[in-house]
Every structure is written in C-alpha cells, then in structure tokens.
C-alpha cells in the first residue's frame, strides 16, 4: 500500500471514527434498548459475579445464576476485564464495539482491493463508514459489527488461500470464520461463497481437499458445542429457543403451499426498506442496484462472480428464512459487508470508464459535497435511534439510588435496558400479567422490592394491586411506585401511633 492510499485509509478510519463517536455517552436506553441491556448486564455479572466467558448471565429471572443462551460474548467479556480494573462503566463497551467497527474497514479495504483494486478497496472502505447501519451498530451494543470483523477477515484470508495455497491463510481463515459464526450465528453465511470459490477453482480436486472439510469443522464443532454448552445449564434459550419456536415453524408454514411461500417471499422483499434506509441507507442501496448491470469485466475466470452470486443468494435465503420472523433491521447487517465490496467494484469500474484520473480542485470539492451530503443523509436516517428517554433514565436512577443495594427487585415492566439501570437483579414481568402466586414466590426466593413502572397495568391487575397495598410504599418522585416487601404497611401504621403516644 503506498503512501496516498495510507493516507486516503487514515482519512476514512478518521471519519469513521467521528460518526461513532456520536452518543458514545448514551445510557444503555437508546436503540435497542432490551438486546443492549442483555450485553451490558452480562458484561457487568462477568465482572461481578462470574468472570468465565462460557458461563453468561443476565439481571433477570430470579437470584443468580442466571445463565442465558446467547452468542459468545466477546465484548461484554473483554469489557468486564476493563471493569475489574476501572469500575462498571458502560463507555468501555461502547469503545470497545467500535473497535471492532474500525478494524473492519482495513480489512474491508483489503478484501477490495483483492477482489477488484486497490482504488475499489478505499471506495468499499469509505462505504461502510459512512453507511447507517454499521454506523450506528458500529457503537451499540450488540454482536453484529464483531461477527462483520471476524467474517470480513475470514472472508480475506480464504480468497489468499485459494490464490496462494499457504497455510498461514487456510489457519487464519478458519479461526476467523469460528469466531464469526461464535459471535452471532448468522456469521455461518460467509461459509457458503468461502466454500463456493474453493470448488468453483478446484472442480472434481475440491472434493479430495482436506482444507475445505478443515473449514467446515472448525467452524461447525465449536459453535455446536458452545450451544450446547449452553442449552444445558441455560434457563433462557434464546438461540435454540428462537430457532425452534419461530423460525422452523415459519418456513414449514412458508413451504406448506404455494400460497404461503408467495406471501412470505412478500415479507422479504418489504425487508428492502429497512435495508435501503436504516442499514446501507438510500445512496448505497441505490448504488448496489445499478452495480448489478455495471459491474468489470471478472479477470478470475469467474471466481469473483461464483464469490458474489454464492454470497447473495445465501443471504436471500437468510432474510427468507430468518429476518422474515425476526423483524428487527439489524438482522440485515451480513448485508453490509456484501453491499459496500459488491458496489464499490461497479463503482471503481464506472470511474475506469470514464477516465477519471488525479482529480482537480474542482473535482475535489464536488466530490467532498457529495460524500458531505450522503454521510448526512445517512445519519438522518438512524437518528432517531440514538433517542433515550430522560425521564426514565432519572426514574430508574432514583430506584438505584433509593432501594437497599444488592437486594432482588421484581420490575413490573419488561426491558432488560430498565433493569440494568435500576442496577438490581430480579425479576422482569408484565405487571397485568404477573400474579399473587407469583408474587409470593418471588418473595420466597429474596425479593426485597417490587417497583411498578407501568402503573396503569399494575393497577388494572386488581387482585396483585391490592396484594400489594399491604407493603410499605417507598417514597419515590417520578410516579412510579416502589413496594418494600420486608415492611408492612399495617406495620408502619401501628409503629408511628407508639412513636406519637411516646412521646406524648
């Protein structure tokens, strides 16, 4: 890489830095705020509870342990590392997320510059630093700019490899490819093209070379075994649990007729607006469009276009099969790292045509408005997202700061991002829904306070509201209404008229 090209990365890596340093100091309330409150509390219970990487926990369901079925959690773990030497302080995870953000433009600058040049390389790079999605993910709390590292590194090493034949490619390939698939599941797409390239090269060879079986089980046996690890001392199966009561279901009804797989496969394409708006934004999604009829001749004999077409059609299966149920735009981002590399060679090739050259001034200024223009319109985009809510970031700071510490909570409310904040463990429910028994249970097991966030529901739950009205209100200012299940009310009473008659 020479000296312009340095420079010119420096720049990118600059810029992409400044646009997630936005809301660095956002509490764990803002967009999504229940998945970022999982993180954090995980991180925090590593550091405070049990610092073991394959034994995460969450603030919820009862006194610890509480072990929930999750991704390995790669930050929430370096993050406790960073709390037992400075204290909890939630800035280190957002840090260390963008991070991993930073490290992935480098790589996908390399994985350009093979696949097209060098020039297509920094213009994929520029991409996904201005792009929405990896922006605002690229700062939140959540596994999926860790798994786009670990995928755009694996993605690298195994093209190496295959033009190379070294083994220092075929071990790095596979390690990155396991932590892709460990840091979030759906990291498994990129073994589709990695496979795709090695027998579109090999032919009738790849089914006699050992590297391609290596792949598959380095990948498949670890990620088998952290789950099922997990599954079996878990009390929350999110991964198994999501997998078997959401996602089979859906495709089984989707393949039953007909009728249902065209109606799912609508579900799919309405995906394209949260793609085309909050994850690559307009001008990328636009871009990936036309970059399907303008792409460079391929000098591989067809091995780009086998990587690319491989990699699409994976990811079409995944929104079919998976972002389909789980509706949530983050899901779309293995799209990310697809759409900057793909548009950036139709990019660079538009540019080729028309012989642009060493830009002038003039080029320059035209050229930074444009990119000015994009970058704000992307950030229009996803601002919404950075919205926290001051009143209950003060309310759950008063039960913090109020309530006895290190005492079990039950939270008539459901957001692990509350909780968190509340800093108690416990329990999270639906005040309508949660009953005396399961009141009385919880008082059984420790539960020292039950905090209504919700009051209307609480109150319109008349057999617990009035269950509850025999405790002690703890005094509270934001309206919420905090229960010392160790006091009773009647108790209280009594105790001032003594009080009164003393010192009568």
């Known amino acids: ?71 390995l959690q790669v930050v929430p773990f370096a993050a406790a590392q960073l709390y037992r030497a400075f204290g909890v302080h939630e800035i280190f995870l957002r840090i260390l997320v963008i991070a991993f953000s930073l490290g992935t433009i480098p790589l996908v600058y390399a994985l350009g510059a093979q696949l097209y ?34 995928c755009a590194g694996a993605l690298l090493c195994w093209w190496r490899f295959c033009s190379e034949r070294r083994a220092i490619f075929i071990v790095l390939a596979c390690l990155l490819a396991a932590m892709a698939a460990l840091a979030k599941p759906p990291g498994l797409i990129i073994l589709v093209p990695m496979l795709a390239i090695a027998v579109w090269k090999q032919r009738a060879r790849a089914l006699a070379d050992p590297a391609n ?30 997998t078997s009561k959401h996602v089979l279901p859906a495709l089984a009804a989707a393949l039953h007729s007909p ?47 086998v990587f690319f077409g491989s990699w699409f059609v994976t990811l079409a299966a995944y929104a079919f099969v998976v972002v389909n149920v789980e509706r949530v735009d983050y899901y779309l981002m293995p799209f990310a790292l697809f759409a900057v590399l793909y548009a950036a060679g139709s990019l660079d090739w538009v540019l080729e045509r028309v012989g642009v050259g060493t830009p002038s001034v003039w080029t320059c200024v035209a050229l930074g408005s444009g990119l000015f223009f994009v970058t704000y319109s992307n950030m229009l985009e996803i601002h919404p997202y950075y919205t926290w809510s001051r009143n209950v970031y003060a ?13 079990l909570i039950v939270m008539g409310h459901d957001d692990p991002a509350v909780l968190y904040t509340i800093a108690h463990r416990g329990w999270e429910e639906d005040p309508l829904l949660w009953n005396v028994h399961d009141m009385t249970s919880a008082i059984g097991k420790g539960a020292r306070y039950f905090v209504a966030v919700e009051v209307p529901r609480f109150a319109a739950n008349r057999p617990l509201y009035a269950f509850m009205q025999r405790y002690r209100r703890v005094p509270v200012r934001s309206g919420w209404q905090v229960y010392d299940m160790h006091h009773f009310a009647l108790q209280a009473k009594a105790d001032l008229k003594v009080r009164r008659y003393t010192r009568g």
């Not at 309405?270 to 999604?285: H, V």
């Not at 039960?399 to 005492?407: F, L, S």
């Open 1 to 71: 890489m020479n000296r312009p090209t340095t420079i010119a990365l420096g720049c990118v890596l600059l810029l992409a830095l400044a646009l997630r340093l936005y809301g660095i100091h956002n509490p764990i309330l803002d967009h999504p705020g229940w998945r970022q409150g999982d993180g954090a509390a995980i991180a925090r219970n590593f550091a405070t509870l049990q610092n073991d990487i394959f034994y995460p926990q969450t603030d919820y369901d009862g006194p610890p342990p509480n072990y929930v079925q999750l991704e």
């Open 117 to 150: 040049s060098p020039r297509a390389g920094l213009l994929a790079a520029l991409l996904y630093a201005v792009s929405p999605g990896p922006v605002y993910y690229g700062r939140a709390v959540i596994p999926e700019s860790v798994m786009l590292f670990f």
């Open 213 to 242: 079986y290596a792949l598959v089980i380095v990948v498949l046996v670890p990620l088998w075994l952290y789950l099922t690890h997990l599954g079996a001392i878990a009390e929350w199966h999110w991964a198994s649990g999501i």
């Open 259 to 305: 009728g249902a797989a065209l109606r799912a496969f609508g579900g799919m394409l309405a995906l394209q607006r949260m793609l085309a708006t909050t994850i690559l934004g307009p001008a990328l999604f636009t871009l990936l469009l036309l970059a399907a009829i303008a792409q460079p001749r391929d000098p591989s004999g067809g091995l780009r276009s």
């Open 395 to 407: 309310a759950a700071t008063e039960v913090r700061d109020t309530i006895e510490p290190g005492t």
